[in-house]
């Protein structure tokens, strides 16, 4: 049983910034890729930034140059600093992780509950 628990989300104006963080605890052997996605109401859940266990980063068009992902595999938590927020950034955060389970080692992938992010215009 693996647990992603995400901190961080609120209310921000236009043009502010905030720090979501997502801590992975359970069951773990290791993380592979760690990620996070975004759920606007009405539109479908896209992915923002992920990273890979050695530090390879992925953005979203829309939020590069804005966003930062980073890890820390020590602590099995990823975060994502939002510089820069537009109203349009507004969406329930959500992190993913492809981990790799005790006893069994097999791989699989696992949801935070979501945080929610409102930029205020």
């Known amino acids: 049983q693996v647990q992603l628990v995400e901190s961080g989300g609120g209310l921000v104006q236009a043009g502010g910034s905030l720090r979501l963080s997502c801590a992975a605890s359970g069951s773990i052997f290791s993380i592979n890729g760690m990620n996070w996605y975004r759920q606007a109401p009405g539109k479908q859940r896209e992915l923002v930034a992920g990273i890979s266990r050695g530090g390879n980063t992925y953005y979203a068009g829309s939020v590069k140059g804005r966003f930062t992902i980073s890890r820390d595999n020590a602590k099995n938590t990823v975060y994502l600093q939002m510089n820069s927020l537009k109203p349009e950034d507004t969406a329930v955060y959500y992190c993913?992780?492809?981990?790799?389970?005790?006893?069994?080692?097999?791989?699989?992938?696992?949801w935070g509950q979501g945080t929610q992010v409102t930029v205020s215009s």
């Open positions: 993913n992780a492809a981990v790799v389970v005790t006893p069994t080692y097999r791989l699989s992938d696992y």
